[in-house]
């Protein structure tokens, strides 16, 4: 199994940054891909933000490219997150999700990214 923790989550004001990050333990071997998924209320989805896999692949949704950049460090096993130029459609609550090789999927607790006008 893997154990998830998020952090970094908060309260900022458009044109800011945050950096989200997600921590993984246990079978921390197994993982194939880890992305970041956002979810807001009012859409009632899942919108997959940014992934990066085992080989350092990354993929963005098309709303945050060039803000957003998704990076990993295998000694820690933990990926960040960094996000410049928060609109307030950026908020949402961010959620870590961990594919492995086995076909499995975890998930983080999430964290909460506000952006106010």
């Known amino acids: 199994q893997v154990q998830i923790v998020e952090s970094g989550g908060g309260l900022v004001q458009a044109g800011g940054s945050l950096r989200l990050s997600c921590a993984a333990s246990?079978?921390?071997?197994?993982?194939?891909?880890i992305s970041w998924i956002r979810q807001t209320p009012e859409k009632q989805r899942d919108e997959l933000v940014a992934g990066i896999d085992s080989e350092g692949t990354t993929n963005y949704v098309d709303s945050v490219k060039g803000r957003f950049t998704i990076s990993r460090d295998n000694a820690k096993n933990t990926v960040y997150l960094q996000m410049n130029s928060l609109k307030p459609e950026d908020t949402a609550h961010y959620y870590c999700?961990?594919?492995?090789?086995?076909?499995?999927?975890?998930w983080g607790q999430g964290t909460q990214v506000t952006v106010s006008s």
């Open positions: 246990g079978s921390t071997f197994s993982i194939r891909h």
């Open positions: 999700r961990v594919s492995t090789r086995l076909g499995t999927y975890y």
